[in-house]
């Protein structure tokens, strides 16, 4: 957690922003990071075929996943 505390994590994609977790709103976007997060049914990370799924329509897969639109 420390890393997005303090801007460390570098990406290609998106910017290195400090201070996400103490900043305005912080704390509960983590909460809800971790209550989405539980309600997942799927390893977003493990096992999973992104192009078999392409496409599939969004709320389809949310609905199999159990991923919360806008979270």
Known sequence: MSIYETGLLQSLVTHSYA???SGPGGAERVAAAI???ARCRADPLLG???FSM???P???LR???GIVAGG
């Open 19 to 21: 201070a996400t977790l």
């Open 35 to 37: 209550r989405n997060g």
């Open 48 to 50: 999973v075929d992104y």
């Open 54 to 56: 392409a496409d599939q």
């Open 58 to 60: 969004l709320d389809s």
């Open 63 to 65: 609905d199999t996943s």
